[in-house]
């Protein structure tokens, strides 16, 4: 068995109050017009850099220090959190996702050899989203995906893109449906009927999270079961194309449309006898599909038609819900995070974050588990996002909101760690509106101050960091940093995350005078900081975690 007990830090004391605030989309850059972080005002979060090198530095926050395959991978909230809450790397699910394609043992698994039982008489339906973004799905795996299932004797494949827009440059989803429209002309030619079904943007279609919005879910589901949308076309690339025409349209947002045949007969609604594969291996936006398509007792929206098929997930999405209970790739197990073992040692925890950040501050940073450790020892609040804008529109979103609720945890001193995500720099910088991602950026920097002085007042200890980068910079770049042009001359606005580090600030009346950030780490990334805070509450880290970033010297 796991041995709970930490060990007490030799030199920290216990029962500080510790605030730990995650900016989300929030990354260090060269100050520069597309820095939003530079154009806001933000006062606080300036006023911790100049506590640097002692109270202020980066950690790494994309790429292998985050568990994802490459360098060249861009940190995403999944793994940042995941990171941060567990205290070590972990390979991510894009990873475990190659790594199976590569050695083919995604083929010989069980949730491969479930649906397979669909081959001979039902369709194979893909559901997912359609870029080469690498945060939620990769295109090249799923051309590995149909070129495998082609060769183990899928007869007929129906693929359900969700345009992308938003881990990838906006209009980039015509050269995806493209390309995946020569891959699949490729197994026709092989003799397997394979076509595009149907498609929407992955905001608008499917891809909600954390129960904000069950229509973006149920459009979803009229198109791909159903074979019912607004919009009808016989060929996907013209979809896309006359779609993204409509005024204020863009990838993210595309309305659903479903493929019909010349009778106007929809060429792919998911019937009887069928499999489906969901192809993204990220949870966050694949649980509320999965439950659709999973669960017998439904009632978040009206299904109409609730078919009899084989279903896998990419991965599993919701360890603790066994959903779904097929799937082709086994997550990381990401256990013994630090806030399961800070309830072991008696530490009261609080946390908080609107709707759409929720689940990352309690599900990511819990190893990707739902629910409470144990009840008695934690306080999980969600403050109810609005629905149905964009929110380039309320770019303070709820940030002050959450800032109250943390404030009044910590002045409470029921908890003694209260922990944030504020959305603002990453929600509004998905959006690419450069002013509304400034306004975004001061209303985080209030949010900051605010939770930075409750602590003043209850002589506790602060820890601010993010998660990776985003409104940072908003602009795509060539190699030598140089802004990109679109071909009307105007910059490509960048909407995605970023490689960039990421600050961590501690401080507060009751740190410790000796306590800085030690100079031995500099390659330090978001894993360091799980140790870094159990150690702020008093405790030894657990051996195995990554090395803490503080170190306590003699004054
Ligand atoms: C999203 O899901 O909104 C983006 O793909 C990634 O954003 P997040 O990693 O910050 O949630
Ligand atoms: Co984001």
Same mark, same amino acid.
């Given at each position: 068995?796991?041995?709970?007990?930490?060990?007490?830090?030799?030199?920290?004391?216990?029962?500080?109050?510790?605030?730990?605030?995650?900016?989300?989309?929030?990354?260090?850059?060269?100050?520069?017009?597309?820095?939003?972080?530079? !154009?806001?005002?933000?006062?606080?979060?300036?006023?911790?850099?100049?506590?640097?090198?002692?109270?202020?530095? &980066?950690?790494?926050?994309?790429?292998?220090?985050?568990?994802?395959?490459?360098?060249?991978?861009?940190?995403?909230?999944?793994?940042?959190?995941?990171?941060?809450?567990?205290?070590?790397?972990?390979?991510?699910?894009? !990873?475990?996702?190659?790594?199976?394609?590569?050695?083919?043992?995604? $083929?010989?698994?069980?949730?491969?050899?479930?649906?397979?039982?669909?081959?001979?008489?039902?369709?194979?339906?893909?559901?997912?989203?359609?870029?080469?973004?690498?945060?939620?799905?990769? &295109?090249?795996?799923?051309?590995?995906?149909?070129?495998?299932?082609?060769?183990?004797?899928?007869?007929?494949?129906?693929?359900? %893109?969700?345009?992308?827009?938003?881990?990838?440059?906006?209009?980039?989803?015509?050269?995806?449906?493209?390309?995946?429209?020569?891959?699949?002309?490729?197994?026709?030619?092989?003799?397997?009927?394979?076509?595009?079904?149907?498609?929407?943007?992955?905001?608008?279609?499917?891809?909600?999270?954390?129960?904000?919005?069950?229509?973006?879910?149920?459009?979803?589901?009229?198109?791909?079961?159903?074979?019912?949308?607004?919009? !009808?076309?016989?060929?996907?690339?013209?979809?896309?194309?006359?779609?993204?025409?409509?005024?204020?349209?863009?990838?993210?947002?595309?309305?659903?449309?479903?493929?019909?045949?010349?009778?106007?007969?929809?060429?792919?609604?998911?019937?009887?006898?069928?499999?489906?594969?969901?192809?993204?291996?990220?949870?966050?936006?694949?649980?509320?599909?999965?439950?659709?398509?999973?669960?017998?007792?439904?009632?978040?929206?009206?299904?109409?038609?609730?078919?009899?098929?084989?279903?896998?997930?990419?991965?599993?999405?919701?360890?603790?819900?066994?959903?779904?209970?097929?799937? &082709?790739?086994?997550?990381?197990?990401?256990?013994?995070?630090?806030?399961?073992?800070?309830?072991?040692?008696?530490?009261?925890?609080?946390?908080?974050?609107?709707?759409?950040?929720?689940?990352?501050?309690?599900?990511?940073?819990?190893?990707?588990?739902?629910?409470?450790?144990?009840?008695?020892?934690?306080?999980?609040?969600?403050?109810?996002?609005?629905?149905?804008?964009?929110?380039?529109?309320?770019?303070?979103?709820?940030?002050?909101? %959450?800032?109250? !609720?943390?404030?009044?945890?910590?002045?409470?001193? *029921?908890?003694?760690?209260?922990?944030?995500?504020?959305?603002?720099?990453?929600?509004?910088?998905?959006?690419?509106? %450069?002013?509304?991602?400034?306004?975004?950026?001061?209303?985080?920097?209030?949010?900051?101050?605010?939770?930075?002085?409750?602590?003043?007042?209850?002589?506790?200890?602060?820890?601010?960091?993010?998660?990776?980068?985003?409104?940072?910079?908003?602009?795509?770049?060539?190699?030598?940093?140089?802004?990109?042009?679109? *071909?009307?001359?105007?910059?490509? %606005?960048?909407?995605?995350?970023?490689?960039?580090?990421?600050?961590?600030?501690?401080?507060?009346?009751?740190?410790?005078?000796?306590?800085? $950030?030690?100079?031995?780490?500099?390659?330090?990334?978001?894993?360091?900081?799980?140790?870094?805070?159990?150690?702020?509450?008093?405790?030894?880290?657990?051996?195995?975690?990554?090395?803490?970033?503080?170190?306590?010297?003699?004054?």
């Amino acid at each position: 068995g796991v041995s709970w007990k930490l060990p007490d830090h030799p030199k920290l004391p216990k029962n500080k109050t510790v605030a730990v605030v995650v900016l989300d989309g929030w990354g260090e850059d060269n100050p520069n017009e597309y820095n939003c972080i530079h !154009k806001a005002e933000t006062p606080t979060m300036d006023s911790l850099k100049q506590g640097a090198p002692d109270k202020w530095r &980066l950690v790494k926050a994309h790429g292998t220090a985050v568990g994802l395959p490459t360098d060249d991978d861009m940190g995403n909230s999944e793994v940042g959190h995941n990171a941060l809450g567990a205290g070590r790397i972990f390979a991510q699910g894009a !990873k475990l996702v190659d790594l199976a394609l590569a050695s083919g043992k995604i $083929f010989e698994g069980e949730g491969f050899k479930y649906i397979k039982e669909s081959f001979e008489t039902g369709t194979l339906h893909l559901i997912g989203l359609l870029s080469d973004g690498g945060v939620h799905s990769r &295109l090249d795996q799923l051309q590995l995906l149909l070129k495998g299932a082609g060769e183990r004797g899928a007869k007929r494949i129906r693929v359900h %893109i969700l345009t992308d827009g938003r881990d990838v440059l906006d209009g980039s989803s015509v050269g995806f449906v493209e390309t995946l429209e020569n891959d699949l002309a490729k197994l026709q030619e092989k003799g397997v009927d394979a076509r595009i079904a149907s498609g929407g943007g992955r905001m608008y279609v499917t891809m909600d999270r954390y129960e904000n919005d069950w229509n973006v879910v149920k459009r979803g589901w009229d198109a791909q079961v159903l074979g019912e949308a607004p919009h !009808k076309f016989t060929s996907a690339v013209e979809a896309v194309k006359k779609l993204r025409a409509e005024p204020n349209a863009n990838d993210q947002y595309l309305p659903p449309f479903v493929i019909v045949d010349e009778n106007g007969k929809p060429v792919g609604p998911i019937v009887d006898g069928d499999a489906v594969v969901t192809f993204n291996f990220r949870a966050d936006r694949m649980v509320m599909i999965a439950k659709a398509l999973e669960y017998e007792n439904f009632d978040k929206f009206d299904r109409v038609r609730y078919p009899k098929i084989r279903y896998a997930g990419m991965l599993e999405y919701d360890g603790e819900l066994k959903l779904p209970s097929h799937y &082709l790739v086994s997550p990381p197990e990401i256990d013994r995070t630090s806030g399961e073992y800070l309830v072991h040692n008696g530490i009261r925890t609080f946390a908080c974050s609107e709707t759409v950040k929720f689940g990352h501050v309690t599900f990511f940073w819990n190893g990707n588990r739902s629910g409470y450790f144990n009840p008695q020892m934690e306080e999980y609040i969600e403050i109810p996002s609005d629905v149905g804008i964009t929110f380039n529109v309320q770019p303070k979103m709820k940030a002050i909101q %959450i800032a109250e !609720k943390a404030r009044d945890a910590i002045l409470s001193r *029921k908890f003694d760690q209260v922990r944030v995500n504020l959305p603002n720099s990453d929600m509004v910088g998905h959006t690419g509106d %450069i002013e509304a991602t400034i306004v975004a950026c001061k209303a985080a920097d209030e949010a900051v101050k605010m939770i930075l002085d409750a602590i003043e007042q209850v002589g506790g200890i602060y820890v601010v960091t993010a998660d990776h980068g985003n409104a940072e910079d908003m602009v795509k770049r060539d190699k030598s940093g140089k802004p990109l042009l679109d *071909k009307n001359g105007n910059v490509q %606005i960048l909407t995605s995350h970023t490689l960039q580090p990421v600050p961590i600030a501690i401080g507060g009346p009751g740190l410790s005078p000796g306590v800085r $950030f030690r100079k031995d780490v500099p390659n330090g990334g978001l894993a360091n900081v799980a140790a870094t805070v159990i150690n702020l509450h008093g405790l030894e880290a657990p051996t195995d975690y990554e090395p803490t970033l503080i170190e306590v010297v003699d004054n």
